[in-house]
């Protein structure tokens, strides 16, 4: 008995500590006050996706990152260029910046459902979608299953084929369980995305230029741990392989796809060489001085490049 109440004594010490610590976290992100809400909502079956309209012209869809610290931020250097000659829209994926986190398992399929949605119901005319990394597979997808929606796939940085197509296994449906719980969910979560794992993120991948990592790093902080953490349901969905996919259907035999590579990216021509094994017909393109996001570090480049293709 002695023993017993010894072990509850410290699960509920631990608990509270976790609790504390997790509250600690979100207060601390929000007191960054980078995020604000703007926009529309659009009302998907899963939760309501923030969106902002700019422009006039034919229809431009621009799809951040998947990762739970990305959001339609990502674009904001370069889209008062693109709107000059086109409409605008710019989302923030289910799971990231303002809109809903919920409980829910994120698939590749449940993104490619949410974006047919929102361009049946939103944008109601064929568009052309401009991707970030991760989210080229939404892309992909998109085009493959609802081709008459879509004109043509911009996709900057996207996924080495390498790393998106390995299956879940047990071990990741019973991480994603322990993820998915309250507190010490929340605590894995938190321990993953502290301020140092997130500069260095940056530092290491997103940014060539220091500069830019003390710029934005307030913003992905806050981002990360924004709304109680919730994202972490879609990092768990993403860490446990549920948003995987082999896209190579989604681009073997297409001719509207279109791949921007930074050249400082890691494995750039392999990840090229990959792509034009399974259809030589994508045009691949590269950019200078940047590494994940270049709309962020060479925002007037990439645009130029941007505009040249959609001529």
Not at 10 to 26: D, Q, R
Not at 45 to 66: A, M, Q, R, T
Not at 85 to 97: A, I, K, M, R, S
Not at 196 to 212: D, G, M, P, Q, S
């Amino acid at each position: 008995m002695g023993r017993k109440h010894s072990f509850l004594k410290l699960l509920t010490a631990t608990s509270i500590a976790l609790l504390a610590a997790n509250k600690y976290v979100e207060k601390k992100a929000k007191d960054k006050n980078k995020v604000h809400t703007t926009g529309s909502y659009f009302k998907y079956k899963y939760g309501d996706v923030n969106y902002n309209v700019y422009g006039e012209g034919s229809p431009l869809i621009l799809i951040h990152d998947l990762d739970p610290m990305a959001s339609s931020y990502e674009w904001e250097e370069i889209i008062d260029t693109l709107s000059e000659n086109y409409t605008v829209y710019v989302l923030d994926l289910l799971g990231c910046g303002q809109s809903d986190k919920p409980n829910i398992t994120y698939t590749n399929y449940m993104y490619v459902d949410m974006l047919h949605h929102f361009m049946d119901e939103v944008v109601g005319e064929k568009a052309t979608l401009l991707t970030s990394h991760n989210a080229a597979g939404i892309g992909f997808m998109c085009n493959h299953m609802y081709p008459e929606s879509i004109d043509k796939i911009i996709a900057i940085n996207p996924n080495d084929l390498d790393e998106i197509t390995f299956e879940t296994t047990q071990k990741d449906k019973l991480r994603k369980s322990i993820l998915y719980m309250p507190i010490i969910g929340t605590a894995i979560y938190n321990a993953s995305y502290t301020e140092e794992k997130i500069r260095n993120v940056l530092r290491e991948t997103y940014f060539n230029n220091a500069e830019n990592v003390s710029k934005y790093f307030d913003l992905y902080y806050q981002l990360a741990h924004h709304n109680e953490s919730k994202s972490r349901y879609l990092y768990a969905s993403i860490a446990c392989k549920y948003t995987n996919i082999n896209i190579e259907n989604g681009i073997r035999d297409k001719d509207n796809i279109i791949i921007i590579q930074s050249n400082n990216r890691f494995r750039k021509d392999r990840i090229e060489s990959a792509y034009a094994e399974i259809n030589p017909k994508i045009n691949s393109l590269s950019i200078d001085n940047s590494k994940l996001l270049p709309q962020l570090e060479v925002p007037e480049k990439l645009a130029s490049i941007i505009l040249e293709i959609l001529k």
